[in-house]
């Protein structure tokens, strides 16, 4: 399955959602589909997508929040699935696209390249709901499912390593960031 065929078919979800992505090649696919205030492409910090996703879920628990992950990302933080799991927000969907590579930066294997089973850390880190999926239906299901149950949810979708051809984005850091957090607190006023 391509990444960017898998964002595509939760797109219409995501609208609806607050997001959250690691940067580089999700990013730029991300913003290939649509950028909407409501996302924020969390740019250089690798690693702590996955902690500001959760930080946001535990503090506006009544908005659905939706991290998209990476291998090598998560890698660098597996600290950050002890601690989902610890405080599990309902209202938190964690996505991890792995491509068994750090795509962005030339395609290095991670340790899922050689066996690593970020869904099976997951679940012993003691995130009840993960599972792993290959195709864009399992995907789908994978995904709506768990949004569906309101339980936090690692959710592994294995993907091709292929990104997109390029990472040019018009949008700013900080147009995005004062952007996303006018979003946030617009949302508190509803
Ligand atoms: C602390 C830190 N180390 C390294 C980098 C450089 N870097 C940017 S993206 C990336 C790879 C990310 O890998 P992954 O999460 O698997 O996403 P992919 O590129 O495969 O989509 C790296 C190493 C960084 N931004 N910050
Ligand atoms: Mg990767």
Redesign the pocket.
């Given at each position: 399955m391509l990444?960017v065929d898998a964002i595509r078919a939760i797109y219409p979800q995501l609208e609806e959602c607050i997001v959250v992505t690691?940067?580089?090649?999700?990013a730029a696919e991300v913003q290939s589909i649509g950028h909407r205030p409501n996302f924020f492409y969390l740019?250089?910090?690798?690693?702590l997508a996955s902690s500001m996703g959760l930080g946001i879920a535990l503090s506006r628990p009544e908005l659905p929040v939706v991290v998209l992950?990476?291998?090598?990302?998560?890698?660098?933080n597996l600290g950050s699935l002890t601690t989902m799991a610890r405080y599990h927000p309902r209202n938190l969907t964690h996505v991890v696209?792995?491509?068994?590579?750090?795509?962005?930066?030339g395609?290095?294997p991670?340790a899922t390249a050689t066996g690593s089973d970020i869904a099976g850390m997951a679940k012993a880190a003691g995130i009840a709901r993960t599972a792993t999926v290959h195709t864009i239906d399992e995907f789908v299901d994978a995904f709506t499912a768990a949004r569906a149950a309101e339980e936090m949810a690692t959710i592994v979708a294995k993907v091709e390593?292929i990104?997109p051809k390029a990472f040019v984005t018009d949008l700013p850091l900080l147009e995005n960031r004062f952007q996303f957090a006018r979003h946030l607190r617009r949302r508190t006023e509803d």
């Open positions: 990444r690691i940067m580089g090649a999700v740019q250089h910090a690798m690693g992950d990476g291998d090598g990302s998560i890698l660098m696209f792995d491509n068994e590579s750090l795509l962005s930066v395609g290095f991670t390593a990104g």
